[in-house]
């Protein structure tokens, strides 16, 4: 109902019809979930959407009427919110000026201010455009005939020349300056003779060994009783 399409954020968006066409714009399902409408981020695409889509309030600020702003916002008349308002813009405004605050900047609602509001409408906008026209249909264009290609038009070949045969390699150049001197081929001295020393040889005979025969011990006689 109207409390659940209440007005959210820097706008105050309000409606279900609002809701539903800021959503389809921006990509956002404000219509299932309207508290995302409150979110700063969505609030200020949505604030940025019904400045310059929803309605041209840009011609309003340019005219420097913030009480046509105020009407073309659906802002209720409110003397002292009205003038809190315009009192940013003001500010705002001499800021973005340099410091001077230009001339003819009006707070007070009129019927001036009412009948430029009235103009931002989208019923408005779209009854001073007009329906858009038709774009005239355009028909394709023939495609240019390729010419044939003329025998005298293609080029033969030139012919090429056998390649020149390479001069002889010229010798090459003794060096100059004095000879170097002949280096010595070195001498290699002859190895001694080996004299070889016959190896002793020993013998390996032993020597005969004698055994002397062992005494023998004769009986001792015995007494015949």
């Known amino acids: 109902g109207a409390q659940r399409y209440r007005g959210r954020g820097f706008i105050r968006l309000t409606g279900v019809s609002n809701y539903r066409k800021a959503g389809a714009d921006l990509g956002l399902d404000l219509v299932s979930n309207p508290?995302?409408?409150?979110?700063?981020?969505?609030?200020?695409?949505?604030?940025?959407?019904?400045?310059?889509?929803a309605r041209n309030i840009n011609v309003a600020a340019d005219h420097l009427d913030m009480a046509a702003v105020n009407i073309a916002m659906g802002y209720a008349?409110?003397?002292?919110?009205?003038?809190?308002?315009?009192?940013?813009?003001?500010?705002?405004?001499?800021w973005f000026s340099g410091g001077a605050l230009p001339a003819g900047v009006?707070?007070?609602?009129?019927?001036?201010?009412?009948?430029?509001?009235?103009?931002?409408?989208?019923?408005?906008?779209?009854a001073t455009r007009g329906p858009a026209p038709s774009?005239?249909?355009?028909?394709?264009?023939?495609?240019?005939?390729?010419?044939?290609p003329t025998p005298s038009a293609i080029a033969e070949p030139a012919p090429t020349a056998d390649p020149a045969p390479l001069p002889p390699a010229a010798p090459a150049a003794p060096p100059s300056g004095p000879a170097p001197p002949a280096v010595?081929?070195?001498?290699?001295p002859e190895p001694a003779p080996t004299t070889t020393?016959?190896?002793?040889?020993?013998?390996t005979t032993a020597a005969p060994?004698?055994?002397?025969?062992?005494?023998?011990?004769?009986?001792?006689?015995?007494?015949?009783?």
């Open 35 to 53: 508290d995302l409408a409150a979110q700063p981020l969505a609030s200020a695409l949505i604030a940025s959407w019904y400045w310059t889509v």
């Open 77 to 94: 008349p409110n003397l002292v919110e009205d003038f809190e308002r315009c009192a940013s813009f003001v500010h705002a405004l001499t």
């Open 106 to 126: 009006n707070c007070e609602r009129n019927a001036t201010s009412a009948a430029l509001a009235r103009t931002l409408s989208p019923r408005a906008r779209a």
């Open 135 to 148: 774009p005239r249909p355009v028909p394709p264009a023939a495609p240019a005939p390729i010419p044939a």
């Open 184 to 188: 010595p081929a070195p001498t290699v």
């Open 197 to 203: 020393v016959p190896e002793a040889t020993t013998s």
């Open 209 to 225: 060994t004698t055994t002397e025969p062992t005494p023998t011990t004769e009986p001792t006689p015995t007494s015949t009783p």
